[in-house]
């Protein structure tokens, strides 16, 4: 197993900056530390209410990099590009299977970085609430399966009422136990099963 990957310069640079932020003004708050794999990397995934959710679960776990996966549309702006590359995330294509995001995924949890991933795939708010519930998506597993790295549950509420200046609370869980048998798909889905009905169980306590 590999050591975890240290912050990089720059990540460490945001979340120095950013400290004011998310301690004074939106009290985060965190519990569950303790079920954080110390060594190797692994994958972390927790519901999404705000485009804030990334950070209110990455900065926890400072010193450990982060990997997020941010959308490929987002790489077409050269300094945004510079940015994202510069904090650890890399492009995906939504909506379609992008192998070359799920390598790189793979290796950078094999290497010992922490990929953060939402397996309902995009936010349940936009400005409303949504009709229905996002569904899951069995990515964040398929990912731990392949780099045989824990799948770590965390669950984050506040983020999306900030407004109210709200304490912005995160827990996380102990890994998801994985299925042993059946095809990599089955595991993948039992495992994706386990995981959200987890992520809904922290959600609750915060």
Not at 1 to 27: D, E, K, N, W
Not at 121 to 142: E, N, Q
Not at 151 to 160: I, M
């Amino acid at each position: 197993m590999a050591a975890f990957r240290r912050a990089s310069p720059f990540f460490t640079l945001i979340v120095r900056l950013s400290t004011p932020l998310v301690r004074g003004l939106l009290r985060l708050r965190t519990t569950g530390l303790e079920n954080v794999p110390r060594e190797g990397g692994f994958v972390i995934a927790s519901n999404h209410v705000s485009n804030l959710d990334p950070w209110a679960v990455g900065y926890p776990l400072y010193p450990r990099q982060i990997h997020y996966m941010a959308k490929a549309e987002l790489y077409k702006n050269p300094v945004l590009r510079w940015f994202l590359n510069k904090g650890g995330s890399f492009p995906v294509r939504r909506g379609e299977r992008d192998s070359e995001a799920f390598k790189t995924a793979v290796r950078l949890a094999r290497e010992g970085g922490v990929v953060a991933m939402f397996p309902e795939g995009t936010r349940r708010t936009k400005g409303l609430r949504k009709k229905h519930r996002a569904a899951p998506h069995s990515g964040a597993a398929r990912i731990a399966l392949a780099a045989e790295v824990p799948l770590v549950p965390a669950a984050v509420v506040g983020t999306d009422q900030l407004r109210r200046l709200p304490s912005v609370r995160v827990s996380y869980g102990a890994p998801i136990e994985m299925p042993p048998n059946g095809t990599r798909r089955r595991q993948a889905d039992e495992a994706t099963e386990r995981l959200m009905e987890e992520i809904a169980r922290l959600e609750a306590t915060l």
